[in-house]
């Protein structure tokens, strides 16, 4: 069984106490019993002495009859177990105890050892070494004190005695008394000292339990809590502060160590979070310029079959146009078949409209560049269609930037790229709704950018990607789709680039990003994810 701290604190601290308690009862009984024992051993001397004083006239007269008389009164007192008389001899001529009475008792018996050395008489001794102790036939303990009786100057003088001058103990006088009351002093010292040594151990337990369970078990166990809520990775708890000691001192230190892991967790989940937004940034990064490089190789690779095939069906088309506009010339032509041959006609010069877009996409001749201002560039865009009928309900915003430097391009084709542009947000709006244009600086790259944002229809996320394709057209019986193509080319020769974001009802952003004079001559701009036209970051679609 597990014991938490308190129990153990008390009951060490209850052995402890016990045993030192033990320690302190054990020598103050012994004390006490010496004490008792000293003071009866001065009451039986006091007794002994009494017997000696009240009788010695007796003795001097030897009255042996009141002199015995007094002894058994002497002895009947319940302080006084037995009184005897031995004289020098060793013979018992007096005992209150009648069998005793005549008995000699040899020099070895413990009541004559007291004055009996191992080789002298002993004339004086004190009371503790005239006393003994021994138990009774009945199992009591008694104390027994002789004093000796002396041949004084009042005795071998008096005219009736007969012991020579010479004689120095004349008897001994025996007095044994009961310890009886010493015996239940100690009892009750005894039992004092149990009650009292559980009273204080039940009590020390108690406080020591309270004061522990207050001062050290009650932060221990919040300490212990604190920790397990740590291993569980839970760091918003705090440990309570406690008073101004060493667990105040250790609580302190969890709460700054919580504190620090739960800044520590909150940096690597933050770095975490950027790391993961930097991967999506490179990886969308990475994927447009997959798609720039594979729209390149396809382009070049496309540029080169469309200039061979142009070229072999220009000349049987100019033939075919030739020979048609003869027959439609001619009048001898029937009425009936005028018809058909300008069908013919008319088919023709489409198809000589979309050989002439092949080649221009397949030439992708190099621009001749110079110092032009992309606001003026948008503005001759803007004249050449705000005036059709296709933009009549449009609104048209400029937001053009100031300080925007001039660019090294070249006007014509910068122009044909705007156009084409507006164009197609005129077809996306339908022929109403808002155009906003705007240019500007991307400090961060050292490039100038004009964005063209329209609101309307949108395109959908899967034709996004096909949009810079030849031939990929979302206008039903309009364009070639060579739009967008020959504008990719275009700005890719100018080291650009064009980046397009769109949402299905909301509109569509196109941003051409050009480099600034100083990085004209540097590779192609790296592609950059730009916000839908629905998102505060990019210019409203009012």
Same mark, same amino acid.
């Given at each position: 069984?597990?014991?938490?701290?308190?129990?153990?604190?008390?009951?060490?601290?209850?052995?402890?106490?016990?045993?030192?308690?033990?320690?302190?009862?054990?020598?103050?009984?012994?004390?006490?019993?010496?004490?008792?024992?000293?003071?009866?051993?001065?009451?039986?001397?006091?007794?002994?002495?009494?017997?000696?004083?009240?009788?010695?006239?007796?003795?001097?007269?030897?009255?042996?009859?009141?002199?015995?008389?007094?002894?058994?009164?002497?002895?009947?007192?319940?302080?006084?177990?037995?009184?005897?008389?031995?004289?020098?001899?060793?013979?018992?001529?007096?005992?209150?105890?009648?069998?005793?009475?005549?008995?000699?008792?040899?020099?070895?018996?413990?009541?004559?050892?007291?004055?009996?050395?191992?080789?002298?008489?002993?004339?004086?001794?004190?009371?503790?070494?005239?006393?003994?102790?021994?138990?009774?036939? $009945?199992? +009591? &303990? *008694?104390? %027994?004190?002789?004093?000796?009786?002396? @041949?004084? =100057?009042?005795?071998?003088? !008096?005219?009736?005695?007969?012991?020579?001058?010479?004689?120095?103990?004349?008897?001994?006088?025996?007095?044994?008394?009961?310890?009886?009351?010493?015996?239940?002093?100690?009892?009750?010292?005894?039992?004092?000292?149990?009650?009292?040594?559980?009273?204080?151990?039940?009590?020390?337990?108690?406080?020591?339990?309270?004061?522990?369970?207050?001062?050290?078990?009650?932060?221990?166990?919040?300490?212990?809590?604190?920790?397990?809520?740590? $291993?569980? +990775? &839970? *760091?918003? %708890?705090?440990?309570?502060?406690?008073? @101004?000691? =060493?667990?105040?001192?250790? !609580?302190?230190?969890?709460?700054?160590?919580?504190?620090?892991?739960?800044?520590?967790?909150?940096?690597?989940?933050?770095?975490?979070?950027?790391?993961?937004?930097?991967?999506?940034?490179?990886?969308?990064?990475?994927?447009?310029?997959?798609?720039?490089?594979?729209?390149?190789?396809?382009?070049?690779?496309?540029?080169?079959?469309?200039?061979?095939?142009?070229?072999?069906?220009?000349?049987?088309?100019?033939?075919?146009?030739?020979?048609?506009?003869?027959?439609?010339?001619?009048?001898?032509?029937?009425?009936?078949?005028?018809?058909?041959?300008?069908?013919?006609?008319?088919?023709?010069?489409?198809?000589?409209?979309?050989?002439?877009?092949?080649?221009?996409?397949?030439?992708?001749?190099?621009?001749?560049?110079?110092?032009?201002?992309?606001?003026?560039?948008?503005?001759?865009?803007?004249?050449?269609?705000?005036?059709?009928?296709?933009?009549?309900?449009?609104?048209?915003?400029?937001?053009?930037?100031?300080?925007?430097?001039?660019?090294?391009?070249?006007?014509?084709?910068?122009?044909?790229?705007?156009?084409?542009?507006?164009?197609?947000?005129?077809?996306?709006?339908?022929?109403?709704?808002?155009?906003?244009?705007?240019?500007?600086?991307?400090?961060?790259?050292?490039?100038?950018?004009?964005?063209?944002?329209?609101?309307?229809?949108?395109?959908?996320?899967?034709?996004?990607?096909?949009?810079?394709?030849?031939?990929?057209?979302?206008?039903?019986?309009?364009?070639?789709?060579?739009?967008?193509?020959?504008?990719?080319?275009?700005?890719?020769?100018?080291?650009?680039?064009?980046?397009?974001?769109?949402?299905?009802?909301?509109?569509?952003?196109?941003?051409?990003?050009?480099?600034?004079?100083?990085?004209?001559?540097?590779?192609?701009?790296?592609?950059?994810?730009?916000?839908?036209?629905?998102?505060?970051?990019?210019?409203?679609?009012?």
């Amino acid at each position: 069984m597990r014991l938490n701290l308190i129990s153990k604190l008390a009951i060490a601290t209850s052995l402890v106490l016990l045993s030192t308690m033990a320690l302190f009862a054990y020598l103050n009984f012994r004390s006490l019993q010496g004490l008792l024992l000293q003071e009866a051993i001065s009451e039986a001397d006091r007794i002994s002495e009494t017997i000696l004083r009240t009788t010695h006239n007796q003795m001097l007269r030897d009255d042996r009859p009141m002199f015995y008389k007094t002894l058994e009164e002497m002895g009947s007192q319940q302080e006084v177990e037995r009184i005897r008389l031995i004289n020098k001899t060793g013979r018992i001529i007096f005992s209150t105890k009648d069998a005793e009475t005549g008995f000699l008792l040899k020099k070895n018996t413990e009541v004559c050892a007291v004055c009996h050395g191992t080789t002298q008489l002993l004339l004086t001794a004190s009371s503790k070494h005239r006393s003994r102790r021994f138990f009774s036939e $009945s199992g +009591g &303990e *008694l104390l %027994g004190i002789t004093s000796a009786i002396y @041949n004084e =100057e009042s005795c071998y003088t !008096a005219s009736c005695h007969f012991h020579p001058e010479n004689f120095k103990v004349l008897g001994v006088l025996d007095v044994v008394v009961p310890l009886d009351r010493m015996h239940s002093v100690l009892d009750a010292f005894r039992n004092r000292s149990i009650a009292l040594t559980v009273l204080v151990l039940t009590l020390t337990a108690l406080c020591i339990t309270l004061f522990t369970q207050k001062l050290v078990n009650r932060p221990v166990r919040e300490l212990l809590e604190h920790t397990q809520m740590l $291993s569980r +990775g &839970e *760091l918003d %708890g705090l440990v309570e502060g406690f008073a @101004n000691d =060493e667990l105040g001192e250790l !609580a302190d230190s969890f709460n700054a160590m919580t504190l620090n892991l739960k800044r520590a967790r909150q940096d690597l989940e933050g770095w975490g979070r950027d790391l993961e937004e930097m991967v999506q940034q490179r990886t969308y990064e990475v994927t447009q310029m997959q798609a720039q490089l594979i729209r390149s190789e396809k382009l070049a690779s496309l540029g080169e079959l469309v200039a061979g095939i142009a070229h072999e069906i220009n000349n049987p088309l100019t033939g075919i146009l030739v020979f048609a506009s003869l027959i439609q010339s001619n009048k001898k032509l029937d009425e009936t078949l005028r018809n058909d041959i300008e069908t013919v006609i008319r088919e023709t010069k489409r198809c000589a409209g979309i050989v002439k877009g092949l080649l221009e996409f397949a030439r992708c001749s190099p621009p001749q560049k110079e110092l032009h201002s992309l606001s003026d560039i948008s503005e001759a865009a803007l004249t050449l269609i705000q005036h059709q009928i296709l933009f009549q309900d449009v609104s048209i915003i400029r937001e053009y930037a100031s300080d925007l430097p001039k660019l090294l391009i070249d006007a014509n084709q910068i122009e044909q790229v705007l156009v084409n542009m507006f164009v197609n947000a005129g077809h996306a709006m339908l022929g109403e709704g808002v155009l906003h244009i705007a240019t500007g600086m991307e400090s961060d790259e050292g490039a100038a950018f004009i964005r063209i944002v329209d609101n309307g229809c949108g395109i959908s996320e899967q034709n996004l990607t096909k949009i810079f394709d030849p031939f990929f057209s979302t206008k039903a019986n309009k364009g070639t789709g060579l739009g967008l193509s020959v504008s990719y080319g275009i700005v890719q020769e100018h080291g650009g680039r064009i980046d397009v974001t769109s949402e299905i009802g909301v509109g569509t952003a196109f941003t051409v990003t050009l480099p600034l004079p100083d990085r004209a001559s540097v590779t192609p701009l790296a592609p950059t994810p730009l916000s839908p036209p629905g998102d505060p970051s990019s210019l409203p679609c009012a």
